[in-house]
C-alpha cells in the first residue's frame, strides 16, 4: 500500500476545511475557514490540472473575502462615535 503524496493530503484538508466551515454559526468564522478550504481546493485543482475545479473555488474564496470585507466595514462603522 502506499502512502499519500502532497497533493492527495491538500485535497483532503480542503475537503475538511469545507466541512468544517458549513458547521460554524458565527459567519464569520464560517466564512474564514470556507475561504481556507476553497483556497486549499484552488492550489490542489492547479496540482491535478482541474481547471473547473481551480476556478470554482477561486471564486468561492473572492466571494468570502468580499463578504469578510463587508462584514468588517459594516462593525467598523457600527464601533465610529457619532459627532454632535
Request: aromatic letters at 10%; charged letters at 15%.
Amino acid at each position: 500500500m502506499e502512502g499519500l503524496d502532497i497533493v492527495e493530503v491538500v485535497g483532503y484538508m480542503a475537503s475538511v476545511m469545507v466541512a468544517i466551515s458549513l458547521m460554524m454559526k458565527n459567519i464569520v468564522w464560517l466564512r474564514c475557514l470556507n475561504f481556507v478550504g476553497c483556497s486549499l481546493f484552488v492550489a490542489y485543482g492547479i496540482a491535478i490540472a482541474a481547471w473547473p475545479v481551480a476556478g470554482m473555488n477561486a471564486f468561492v474564496a473572492c466571494i468570502n473575502v468580499y463578504h469578510l470585507v463587508k462584514l468588517a466595514r459594516s462593525k467598523v462603522q457600527k464601533e465610529e462615535p457619532v459627532a454632535a
